[in-house]
C-alpha cells in the first residue's frame, strides 16, 4: 500500500517488529532509517555464540500455523529449508518426571485421577472453541480454570504453572491468557495432522536476521546499530531523534517499537494520560540460561515443571528439536525463569545463578553431570511480554501519539494473542499499511484509532480523543 509521498521515517529497534515496519514501509516507498541500540540486529530472537556454537539467546520455534512469519520466511528465500520435527512433552511433578507426549500418556498420568483427567481434558477442548476472547477478559484466570478443572487439578497443574510463568502477577491475570496459549496450541496441532510439529530454519535466527539485514539493505533501508535512541522531542510539527552522543535528526514519522513503559521515558512530550497508559502495561521479564551439554537431559522439547523448589520455569530442551549436528553433536538446553522486571534476582551474580540451576538439574535428572556442561551463558531481559491483566483491551496504549508524527507500536497491542514472532510479524504487516496510508498530521490519529477499534471491539479508552491529536 503505497502514498505518493515519500516521506522520512525512522523505526526506532531492530527486532523483529522493527524489521518488518521496515520493510513494508520502504517497500511502499518511503525512505527508512532503523535504529537499533545493540550491536546487531534481532532484539529478543538474536543469536549469540556458546563456545563454537551460534544459536538463539533465547528458545524458538515456529508453528505449522504461523502463516505470517513463513510468508516472510518464504519473502527472505528461507522458507523451504524449513524442518519440521514432532516433539514430546514432558512434565516434573512430585519428583517425577513423565512424558505427556500423546493421549495415552495423558490418561496414565499418575498425579490425576480420572475424572480430573477428563476435566483438564475438558477445560482444554473448551477454551479452544472459545470464539469470543473479549468475556475471558473479565475473569481471572485462576477463577476460570478453577471453575473448569476442579480445586485439586488448579491447585496441583495449573496455579504451579501459572506461577513460573506469572509469579503473583497471576493473580491480576485473565482468562484470555490462558485461552490464548490453547488456541495457539491447537492451530498448531490443527494444522499439523493433529500432531504437534514444530519447525526451524537450520543456522537457527542468526541465518534469518542475516537475511533480513541483507533483504532491509537491498530495500535501501539504513540500519544503524548500536544507536540507543535517548529521547524524541518536537519542533513544531516535526519528531527529532536525540542520541546517547547528543546528535539530533530530524523525520518526517518516527515509529517507536520498544516495550510500552521505555517509550513512556523516551518521550517527555507525551501527555500524561498516554504516560500512565503506556507505564501501566505490566511486563514479565526472563533470566533465561543457555546450557551446552555433551548429551541429552531427557529428549523432551518442552518439559513443565510444577515443583516449587525447582528455581526455573520450565526446561527447552532445544537439541530436541533441532538437529544436534547444528550444536556441533551437542545438546542445547535452556532454563527460563520468568520474573517481575523489578526483581531482585536480575541483580544477582551469573555464578550464583549458574550454581543454583545446575545444583537443580541434578536433582531433576540423576543422569546430569556437571563435567558434561561445555557452556553457560545467561541472558537478562527486563521487559518480554506485557500481562494480559484484567480488562486489558480498554486500557490499550494507543498507535498514534500526541507528538505530531509519532507512532507507538509494540507487543502490548497483541490483544488476543501470547507474544510469538508470527504475532510481531502481523502486528507490523497490519500497521505499515495503515500508517502509510494515512496522512500525517491530525486525521491519521482518528483513522488508526477508528481501525484499532475494528479490530479489538470498541472501547471507551480508544474512543476518547488523543489529547492534543
Ligand atoms: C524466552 C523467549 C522465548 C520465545 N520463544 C518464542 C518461540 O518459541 N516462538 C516465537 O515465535 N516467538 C518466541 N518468542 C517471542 C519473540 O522473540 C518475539 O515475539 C519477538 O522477538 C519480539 O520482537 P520485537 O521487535 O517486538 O521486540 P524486541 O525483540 O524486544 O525488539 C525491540 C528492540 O528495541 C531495541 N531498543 C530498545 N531500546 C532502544 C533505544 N532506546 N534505542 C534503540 N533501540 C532500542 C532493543 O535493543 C531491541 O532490539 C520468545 C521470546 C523469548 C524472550
Not at 505449522?64 to 520435527?85: F, H, I, N, P, Y
Not at 480420572?114 to 477442548?125: E, M, Q, S, V, Y
Not at 490453547?182 to 490443527?190: F, G, S
Request: glycine share 8%; proline share 5%.
Amino acid at each position: 500500500m503505497a502514498v505518493a509521498q515519500s516521506q522520512r521515517w525512522a523505526v526506532i529497534g531492530g527486532g523483529l517488529l522493527g524489521m518488518t515496519l521496515a520493510k513494508r514501509l520502504s517497500e511502499g516507498n518511503q525512505k527508512v532509517t532503523l535504529f537499533e541500540a545493540a550491536s546487531q540486529l534481532g532484539g529478543l530472537a538474536s543469536a549469540w555464540n556458546l563456545g563454537e556454537v551460534v544459536w538463539d539467546r533465547h528458545y524458538h520455534v515456529t508453528l505449522l500455523s504461523d502463516t505470517a512469519l513463513r510468508s516472510l520466511l518464504s519473502d527472505l528465500g528461507l522458507e523451504k529449508e524449513m524442518q519440521w520435527v514432532e516433539t514430546r512433552t514432558g512434565f516434573y511433578t512430585s519428583g517425577k518426571l513423565y512424558s505427556m507426549s500423546n493421549t495415552l500418556e495423558f490418561l496414565r498420568f499418575p498425579p490425576l485421577g480420572l475424572l480430573d483427567k477428563f476435566r483438564l481434558g475438558a477445560t482444554i477442548f473448551y477454551a479452544s472453541r472459545v470464539k469470543d476472547w473479549k468475556r475471558l477478559e473479565k475473569v481471572a484466570v485462576a477463577d476460570w480454570l478453577r471453575r473448569w478443572s476442579g480445586d485439586y487439578t488448579t491447585e496441583k497443574i495449573w496455579l504451579p504453572l501459572l506461577r513460573a510463568k506469572l509469579g503473583d502477577n497471576y493473580r491480576k491475570t485473565s482468562a484470555a491468557f490462558i485461552w490464548a496459549t490453547i488456541a495457539r496450541m491447537y492451530a498448531a496441532r490443527r494444522s499439523g495432522l493433529k500432531k504437534e510439529m514444530f519447525g526451524y530454519v537450520p543456522g537457527g535466527y542468526a541465518r534469518i536476521i542475516k537475511r533480513f539485514g541483507e533483504a532491509l539493505a537491498e530495500d535501501g533501508v539504513a540500519t544503524r546499530l548500536r544507536q540507543a535512541i535517548k529521547r524524541i522531542t518536537s519542533s513544531g510539527d516535526r519528531p527529532i531523534i536525540e542520541l546517547e552522543d547528543g546528535t539530533r535528526e530530524t523525520f518526517d514519522r518516527i515509529v517507536l517499537t520498544v516495550p510500552a513503559p521505555v517509550a513512556a521515558r523516551l518521550c517527555p512530550e507525551l501527555s500524561a494520560e498516554e504516560k500512565s497508559r503506556l507505564e501501566g502495561v505490566q511486563y514479565q521479564g526472563i533470566i533465561c540460561a543457555s546450557l551446552l551439554l555433551r548429551k541429552p537431559l531427557a529428549n523432551f522439547y518442552v518439559t513443565n515443571i510444577t515443583e516449587t523448589w525447582v528455581p526455573f520455569t520450565a526446561v527447552i530442551e532445544m537439541s530436541a528439536l533441532v538437529d544436534r549436528a547444528q550444536f556441533g553433536g551437542n545438546s542445547l538446553v535452556y532454563l527460563p525463569k520468568y520474573l517481575p522486571p523489578d526483581d531482585p534476582a536480575f541483580s544477582r551474580s551469573d555464578e550464583e545463578i549458574e550454581e543454583e540451576f545446575l545444583g537443580a538439574l541434578e536433582r531433576m535428572y540423576p543422569e546430569f553431570e556437571r563435567r558434561d556442561l561445555l557452556c553457560f551463558r545467561l541472558s537478562r531481559v527486563r521487559h518480554v511480554f506485557p500481562i494480559p491483566t484484567l480488562n486489558y483491551s480498554e486500557r490499550l496504549p494507543p498507535m498514534v501519539s500526541s507528538m505530531p508524527g509519532v507512532y507507538l507500536v509494540n507487543s502490548s497491542q497483541i490483544l488476543n494473542g501470547t507474544l510469538n514472532v508470527n504475532e510481531t510479524v502481523q502486528l507490523a504487516e497490519r500497521t505499515a499499511g495503515t500508517l502509510m496510508a494515512s496522512p500525517r498530521h491530525a486525521g491519521v490519529a482518528v483513522k488508526v484509532r477508528r481501525e484499532q477499534e475494528e479490530e479489538y471491539g470498541k472501547n471507551e479508552a480508544l474512543g476518547q480523543p488523543v489529547p492534543g491529536s
